[in-house]
């Protein structure tokens, strides 16, 4: 089985230390999930890799929001709601995943890959710009 291991692409920049160093983090635990999806690994090791990776997406997320909030930037709000939107998808898939409700698929990972390639690329560059000047 091929599998689709996500790496810290050009595009993935920011330039911002933490930022960087933490999208790596979390594309490190995306590729764990890949990686116990791809060896059919047990459900244990399904839900230590997804729980890695939501906790390391919510501190994340609450980094660069503050970081965001200090540099006063202006589309805060809508970008605070692209973070709680994937939040509330990936914790809720973990709960129902840990009480054997859901079976973590390769289609189940392709929604986050998107969202997470999407996001980096797309929302998280539009404020590099910003910060940079800021500071
Ligand atoms: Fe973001
Ligand atoms: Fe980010």
Redesign the pocket.
């Known amino acids: 089985m091929t599998t689709d291991y996500l790496t810290l692409r050009e595009n993935f920049r920011?330039g911002i230390g933490p930022?960087d160093d933490?999208?790596r983090e979390?594309i490190e635990w995306y590729n764990d999930i890949e990686r116990a999806i791809a060896t059919d690994a047990p459900q244990r090791d399904r839900v230590t890799a997804l729980q890695g990776m939501v906790d390391a997406t919510r501190r994340?997320?609450r980094y660069?929001e503050n970081l965001l909030e200090v540099n006063g930037y202006p589309d805060l709000d809508r970008h605070r709601g692209e973070?709680a939107t994937l939040l509330k998808q990936i914790g809720d898939w973990n709960i129902r995943l840990a009480v054997g409700e859901l079976n973590l698929t390769r289609d189940t990972m392709r929604l986050v890959r998107e969202w997470l390639v999407d996001?980096?690329v797309g929302?998280?560059q539009q404020y590099v710009a910003h910060i940079l000047d800021v500071d």
């Open positions: 920011t930022i933490q999208h979390m994340h997320f660069e973070h996001h980096m929302s998280d």
